[in-house]
């Protein structure tokens, strides 16, 4: 009785070990996930798009201040939440574009060809404007090349088995 007492209390310490180790895990990811959505380089080349766009007149810097204010909105909204639906990522991912289009001009091509039934579909916040982001990290984004980002649905999942999106 004894010993099965002990090994109980070994097992049981086990387990909050591992669920202790889990709950860090989580808070890690939950604040890299906060560094990335707040990225000061996006903040920076926001504003610098914004004073040119200020300096030269341009009609467009009322809606861009509008569409900066919203995305950092929904940043502030979505980080509290562990999935949201596609249709309000889409919302953020909109913003997003907006401001970047601002920047690029005609260099940055999105096209969207999700259809209807998977905006219900539920995901973790800035899952799609981070994949975007990285599209626009890593690629040439001009006039003379433009980068063409395309949104659709697959049918199957990353190794090829249908059934997954």
């Excluded at 097992?11 to 560094?35: F, G, I, P």
């Excluded at 861009?64 to 502030?76: A, E, G, H, P, V």
């Amino acid at each position: 009785m004894f010993l099965h007492l002990l090994q109980q209390n070994h097992e049981n310490q086990h387990v909050s070990m591992e669920l202790e180790r889990t709950r860090t895990d989580h808070l890690s990811a939950q604040y890299e996930l906060l560094k990335q959505q707040v990225n000061p380089h996006f903040l920076f080349n926001s504003l610098n798009t914004l004073k040119a766009m200020v300096e030269s007149g341009e009609e467009e810097a009322i809606p861009f201040i509008i569409k900066l204010s919203n995305f950092y909105r929904y940043t502030l909204e979505s980080r509290k939440l562990d999935l949201i639906h596609v249709r309000e990522e889409m919302d953020i991912l909109c913003a997003y574009l907006f401001l970047q289009k601002a920047r690029f001009e005609d260099g940055l091509m999105f096209h969207n060809e999700l259809p209807p039934a998977v905006m219900d579909t539920l995901l973790p916040p800035f899952t799609l404007q981070l994949l975007v982001e990285n599209c626009i990290k890593h690629n040439v984004v001009s006039l003379d090349k433009p980068l063409h980002i395309r949104l659709y649905e697959s049918g199957e999942d990353s190794c090829g088995e249908p059934g997954a999106t």
